[in-house]
């Protein structure tokens, strides 16, 4: 027996990473939100590595602070330990990466929410979505609760009909051996929702004080760390340090003995994992020839003696895990606390989606995370805000926010799940991004900040802390174009930085494009009469050192834009589109794509297709407008 429970402007199921942002976006921009989540003890829980960032993903964190999400200013208040990856390489890729404590993490996110005005948090297992004439109108709990709502978000991560696997071992199971969503799974697919069966898995956990450090060597934080939010001046968080050590030709023969005894060699796994985060059984066959793996020993938190092995992700049986870890150099006596898995999960294909997040064939329903077939805390979290925020626009009257592939990573991602679709549980690479000089760690506010403001989530103080940044930034990069020097007020500085010397004058700007020239050795021949931070600092010499790279980029982003500008009306009939080949006559149906610059990207369209596409929209345009007029 059902009885109405509430009524809301926006629902979000699961409280997730996804779930978090997407509820905490709603709420700050005035809509009534109730945030679902199967249990209150595992709201933002961390089931898999404690850590957050690391290469693209990084680049995401910093975009949803740009936004005005949460993930990045709650990692900020946790982390044990910070570092910047890839300092050696070009800053198209230099990635921060944070150790979480992983219980602070959650405990701190919880707390945020339990304080954001508009937003209730309820416990309840939602099994049923409420449509009536295809539109979603609420959503129906295990408990007979009714909940009534303009908007649903689902972020449901990997409890969909979740089954965890050891060896011989199957159950049905959640993520951490949490209740499992298995009715709701069944509700999408009687709306009309296609769904598809993916894996992940996750590595054990081993006690602290059953491990030799000796035999491992120390992974330090940086000694001055960065942060992932631009609100974030400077902690005081202790940082603690991870391991490195090595699987051994033991660990190798140990796993090749018991293929016939591993689920994803037996046939007992139905899903497909991840590509990027193989299983360490699946890393030893498909890298036969490689020695050795690395595995990192990384803390969960403060107050916890469990470590993470990271590197060995396995669905072994809990037998053979304890014989390969006690097989790495540093664990031959470990104890192992928790046992590796893997879990399979329903996903809904992704390309059933707009790029709004909202579901081309229910009105009002938006799905973010790892249920849109992604992987990873970072992925999940950029949708969810992104799903939040348009879930948010949309009872509002107000179009939906899209950010485009040139404006961040969140775009990227967006884009290839609602245009290509994914094949296996999919993760952001910077690779993926083609204007990835671009979308930087260091920019993400100058990319999407106005945006946040504009929708409502950055507020006006932040806004104009951010707009004297960026004026500062252009003042100092100006002044660096325009300060003469000659050749005896900068050679003795040239040759301490080992760079040939000037024999005539010339701006300070132009010797700041040398590569061994930084910004600080312009110091002692051209100081800064502003107060810049080290980030203003770095987006100077960024801007400068790599402004025809830069420039050559932008001018890609112009002829993308003017293929994004050629709107495709959703009134469009493929089927009359002469001379269309039939694959791409398939997919454009499937996708319905909102533009020729979407359309293009479509796996199977050609070039011809478009050519033809956009001869059969002009002629379109024409007759429409005759008819209006």
């Known amino acids: 027996m059902s009885y109405l429970a509430g009524e809301y402007e926006v629902i979000v199921i699961g409280a997730g990473h996804a779930g978090c942002e997407s509820a905490l976006a709603s709420a700050r921009m005035g809509c009534e939100t109730l945030l679902l989540t199967i249990n209150l003890d595992m709201v933002a829980f961390m089931p898999c590595n404690p850590s957050i960032g690391g290469p693209a993903k990084g680049h995401v964190v910093r975009e949803i602070d740009a936004l005005g999400g949460e993930m990045g200013r709650n990692i900020d208040k946790t982390f044990i330990q910070m570092r910047m990856l890839n300092t050696g390489k070009g800053p198209a890729v230099h990635a921060l990466r944070a150790q979480a404590d992983k219980f602070s993490y959650q405990h701190t996110m919880k707390k945020t929410i339990e304080e954001t005005p508009r937003l209730t948090m309820r416990q309840g297992m939602v099994e049923e979505l409420i449509v009536e004439d295809g539109i979603c109108v609420g959503v129906l709990t295990k408990s007979g609760a009714e909940y009534r709502a303009k908007a649903v978000v689902v972020t449901t991560g990997t409890y969909l009909r979740g089954k965890i696997i050891m060896g011989e071992l199957m159950y049905e199971s959640g993520p951490n051996n949490q209740q499992p969503s298995v009715r709701l799974s069944a509700s999408l697919k009687e709306n009309g929702l296609e769904l598809i069966r993916f894996k992940t898995g996750t590595p054990p956990r ?43 030709e033991s660990t190798h023969t140990i796993i090749n003995d018991n293929l016939h005894r591993a689920p994803m060699f037996s046939g007992a796994i139905e899903g497909t994992g991840p590509r990027y985060c193989p299983s360490i059984e699946d890393k030893i066959v498909r890298f036969a020839d490689k020695p050795k793996h690395q595995i990192f020993l990384e ?109 961040g990573y969140i775009g990227v991602m967006i884009d290839d799940l609602v245009t290509k679709g994914t094949n296996d549980p999919y993760r952001l690479l910077t690779s993926r991004a083609e204007y990835r000089l671009l979308l930087r760690h260091d920019n993400a506010d ?43 007020d900068v050679n003795s500085m040239l040759e301490g930085a080992g760079s040939a010397p000037v024999s005539q004058g010339g701006d300070i700007l132009s010797l700041l494009r040398r590569p061994e020239i ?65 694959e791409a006559n398939q997919k454009l149906n499937l996708i319905r794509p909102l533009s020729i610059g979407q359309a293009s990207r479509i796996a199977g369209v050609t070039p011809a297709d478009i050519s033809i596409l956009l001869v059969y929209l002009e002629h379109y345009n024409r007759v429409t407008a005759a008819r209006g007029s």
């Open 206 to 248: 081993v006690h602290k004080d059953s491990i030799d450090f000796s035999k491992t060597e120390i992974q330090p934080g940086d000694e001055k760390p960065k942060f992932f939010s631009y609100e974030t001046k400077s902690s005081d968080n202790e940082q603690l340090p991870c391991w490195l050590t090595y699987t051994s």
């Open 299 to 407: 803390p969960e938190g403060k107050h916890t003696s469990e470590y993470y092995v990271q590197g060995l992700s396995t669905s072994m049986p809990e037998d053979v895990q304890l014989q390969i870890l006690r097989s790495i150099p540093g664990m031959e006596k470990v104890e192992m606390m928790r046992t590796g898995y893997a879990i399979e999960y329903d996903a809904i294909v992704p390309t059933q989606l707009w790029p709004s997040l909202e579901t081309k064939i229910i009105s009002g329903l938006f799905t973010a995370g790892q249920i849109n077939g992604t992987s990873g805390y970072e992925e999940a979290a950029g949708q969810g805000i992104m799903a939040g925020i348009n879930a948010a626009r949309k009872v509002q009257g107000k179009e939906p926010v899209i950010i485009g592939r040139s404006q």
């Open 446 to 488: 100058l990319r999407l900040t106005p945006l946040g403001h504009e929708i409502g989530l950055i507020s006006d103080a932040r806004y104009e802390g951010f707009l004297r940044k960026k004026e500062l930034v252009e003042m100092e990069v100006e002044r660096l174009r325009n300060t003469k020097v000659k050749p005896e």
């Open 518 to 582: 930084t910004y600080a050795h312009l110091a002692s021949v051209a100081p800064t009469p502003y107060e810049l931070t080290e980030e203003m600092r770095e987006g100077v010499e960024i801007q400068i050192k790599y402004a025809g790279y830069i420039e050559k980029q932008l001018l890609q982003v112009e002829r993308l834009n003017k293929m994004e500008k050629k709107k495709i009306p959703d009134s469009i009939v493929y089927d009359e589109v002469r001379g269309l080949a039939s």
